[in-house]
């Protein structure tokens, strides 16, 4: 082994001892390896790019190396971009140029892929001449999340070395290969199943070059079966156009595809240039950079500044129900302990049937051993006393939406828990501050509101009453962090941030469909707008009854000026739920899980409207869009003047990960900033002269408007 070691940070070579050290370059006898300094987890820099320029041009002109060994110190190979660099102008050098480089070497180059090797991470171990991976890898090109393509050659590369199909998938999905699928996949050539990164790479570089290995270059690849590869993506681009619902970046992605197929591959990689250049220019870009990086902030709340969370290793969940069930897997899923609690023994067998259930699915998937259900249920307890809970440090209610149900329930935890457990409910409504005053200890009383199934969605609403300590909210924020769930502070109101905001734009939904606009075409509205689903969808999903005890809830308190629409008042006197009893807005035949337009329903409608006197009017997709956005927008300004909601941006998180929001309009406050705040609130001007009160603009979109400012001066000013 030869001793010498150059460090390379930027085109300059510094001492080894300094900070600065992100490239390092040593030999390890005819192998010049190349390793990446740049925690946390090697993002691509422009320091790393330029290191990884200099090595190769460093080993190219060494008669002496015979190869080049590429490595990731730390946890990562290289994860992707530099974050910190996402939005600012390009610097040089750029990351085509350093794969394209790398793969012109004339001596052969290894990449050893250890941890993540994600987005520009993978396009730089394709550019390699041969990979070999340890079975902690992962390989992904993830740029589809946030709006682009691979634009460093991935899109060229990965078809050569997985074909067509398998590197569409990889693509278009944006997940991650472990190891094993990658090896099967054809994307690494061997995986080493025991030793690091370094030892792995250097073996495998003796043993090519022991068999005289040269140079062989991804961009030389041919793919097979051309014609039969062009039949998949005309397939393929039919079926990306219909499930991308208006998402630019996946068609691209497609396009990119079939230059790698059609055109020499240096003419594919210029085409890929010029659809990444368009995917970087567009809105929806700027939409899923935006979700990016306010799903990081939302963990940001002022109470973090002044306490830390408190101890909880011990979980308990009182009811077994579908939300219970739900909230007991995503805590044992996360390691901790639970004891569910029920009021009789036939159902806390149903509680444990419906956790059970949830294991059994994924066992009958494929996704999970007889052996690791039997685990997990190790740490699940069923109990029928609050006494079993005494030692529990943290516990979540999930019984039936009712308040007075809730105080009872907290008055028997207030008797039976521990000083200093966080007692919290899971309510999608209902007063806080009541149910915490139902106990003696309402600074250890918080919301948590899930969204179900709970073990699946990634939303969790966080709901800050009055008198709760800070070390409740923190506690609650870490709760989330081990549930792996997306978390939102709000503040108490009926519905908090997502559902009140919903409960106004399902107004303005009704109301047009009471003066002409059918639900089927307003739901195909909002579907092309990007969401998998429209208001009527979602109801008949949730079940009509569900909104329906609402509405009948509110009605003592409802504005006796208000317009009220009694359109799915009338469907639920039918007994016409939605999916779960075959009708509601839509025909479910023979369970069906995709409903049929219902002709008895748009004569109920006509009905409703003969009643009131209203002339039906035509709504064009548009129209439907422009009311559906105002409304929330509007709403969404109001919830922030009052408090209720810290920042725009958690608005914005609320309805990305809990109500189907398109992606890459990046939430309704960010949608309302790249549409224009103006155009918003002459929206609601011009509709305020049919109805004054719904339509009442918020005070804070008004002064927003008239300082010349948007949503996002308040996100920053948070």
């Given at each position: ?632 927008v509007n709403e969404g300004a109001k919830v922030l003047e009052e408090g209720i909601a810290l920042r725009p941006l958690d608005i914005d998180v609320t309805f990305l990960s809990g109500y189907g929001f398109p992606r890459f309009r990046g939430g309704p406050m960010k949608w309302a900033d790249m549409h224009g705040l103006p155009k918003v609130l002459a929206d609601i001007r011009e509709f305020a002269k049919e ?28």
């Amino acid at each position: 082994m030869n001793s010498h070691l150059i460090v390379i940070h930027g085109d300059k070579r510094v001492p080894t001892d300094s900070p600065a050290s992100i490239v390092q370059t040593t030999r390890q006898g005819n192998v010049l390896v190349v390793s990446l300094h740049n925690p946390p987890v090697n993002a691509l820099g422009q320091p790393v790019r330029a290191g990884l320029l200099a090595a190769v041009a460093e080993a190219d002109a060494d008669p002496t190396v015979q190869a080049v060994l590429i490595v990731g110190e730390g946890k990562a190979f290289i994860a992707g971009a530099d974050i910190r660099e996402f939005g600012k102008p390009p610097v040089a050098p750029s990351l085509p140029e350093v794969c394209n480089r790398i793969e012109a070497s004339s001596k052969i180059v290894i990449a050893a892929i250890h941890g993540p090797a994600l987005g520009g991470g993978l396009e730089v171990a394709m550019s390699a001449h041969y990979r070999v991976a340890l079975p902690a890898a992962t390989l992904g090109l993830p740029e589809v999340n946030l709006g682009l393509l691979p634009g460093a050659g991935g899109t060229q590369r990965a078809p050569r070395l997985m074909g067509v199909q398998a590197a569409a998938d990889l693509m278009l999905s944006g997940k991650h290969l472990s190891a094993k699928a990658a090896l099967a996949a054809g994307l690494v050539d061997k995986l080493v199943e025991g030793g690091d990164a370094m030892v792995a790479g250097l073996t495998h570089a003796h043993e090519l070059l022991a068999t005289r290995a040269v140079p062989r270059r991804t961009r030389d690849i041919d793919i097979a079966d051309k014609a039969t590869a062009l039949a998949e993506l005309d397939a393929l681009a039919a079926d990306t156009a219909r499930k991308s619902r208006g998402l630019f970046s996946p068609t691209k992605i497609v396009e990119c595809i079939r230059a790698a197929v059609e055109l020499p591959f240096d003419e594919g990689i210029a085409k890929e240039r010029d659809l990444f250049v368009e995917c970087l220019n567009s809105p929806q870009r700027a939409g899923l950079i935006h979700a990016f990086f306010a799903e990081r902030e939302t963990a940001k709340i002022p109470e973090a500044k002044a306490a830390a969370p408190r101890h909880f290793a011990n979980i308990a969940v009182i009811g077994g129900g579908t939300m219970g069930a739900g909230i007991t897997v995503s805590a044992l899923d996360a390691g901790l302990k639970v004891t569910m609690i029920e009021r009789d023994a036939e159902s806390i067998a149903r509680g444990q049937s419906n956790v059970e259930k949830v294991y059994d699915g994924l066992i009958g998937k494929g996704r999970l051993s007889a052996e690791a259900k039997a685990e997990i249920m190790t740490r699940y307890t069923p109990g029928i006393s609050y006494d079993d809970i005494c030692d529990a440090d943290l516990v979540i209610e999930a019984v039936f939406e009712d308040i007075e149900v809730k105080k009872a329930v907290f008055k028997e935890l207030d008797r039976v828990c521990k000083p200093g457990a966080v007692l919290a409910t899971n309510t999608s409504y209902l007063d806080i501050d009541a149910i915490a005053a139902a106990t003696s200890r309402p600074q250890d009383v918080i919301g948590l509101h899930f969204f179900s199934p709970a073990n699946i969605m990634k939303l969790l609403e966080i709901v800050v009453p009055t008198t709760v300590a800070s070390d409740v909210v923190t506690t609650a924020f870490e709760l989330a962090k081990r549930l792996k769930k997306v978390p939102v502070r709000a503040g108490v109101c009926d519905g908090f941030i997502g559902n009140r905001i919903l409960a106004v734009y399902k107004q303005a939904a009704d109301y047009m469909m009471e003066d002409g606009a059918s639900p089927y075409e307003i739901d195909e509205a909002v579907r092309g707008f990007g969401y998998p689903m429209g208001p009527f969808q979602v109801s008949d999903l949730a079940g009509g009854d569900i909104g329906w005890a609402t509405r009948k809830r509110r009605a003592a308190t409802r504005d006796p000026r208000a317009r009220y629409v009694e359109v799915a008042d009338r469907l639920c006197e039918r007994g016409w739920f939605g999916q779960k009893t075959g009708r509601g807005f839509y025909l479910y035949p023979h369970g069906a899980r995709v409903g049929q337009a219902d002709p008895e329903v748009l004569a109920i409608v006509d009905a409703e409207r003969a009643k009131k006197g209203i002339t039906p009017r035509q709504f064009s997709a548009d129209d439907i869009i422009r009311r559906y956005m105002a409304a929330m927008v509007n709403e969404g300004a109001k919830v922030l003047e009052e408090g209720i909601a810290l920042r725009p941006l958690d608005i914005d998180v609320t309805f990305l990960s809990g109500y189907g929001f398109p992606r890459f309009r990046g939430g309704p406050m960010k949608w309302a900033d790249m549409h224009g705040l103006p155009k918003v609130l002459a929206d609601i001007r011009e509709f305020a002269k049919e109805d004054a009160l719904f339509w009442k603009p918020a005070p804070l979109l008004e002064k927003l408007v008239a300082e010349g400012r948007d949503f996002e001066t308040l996100n920053k000013a948070a």
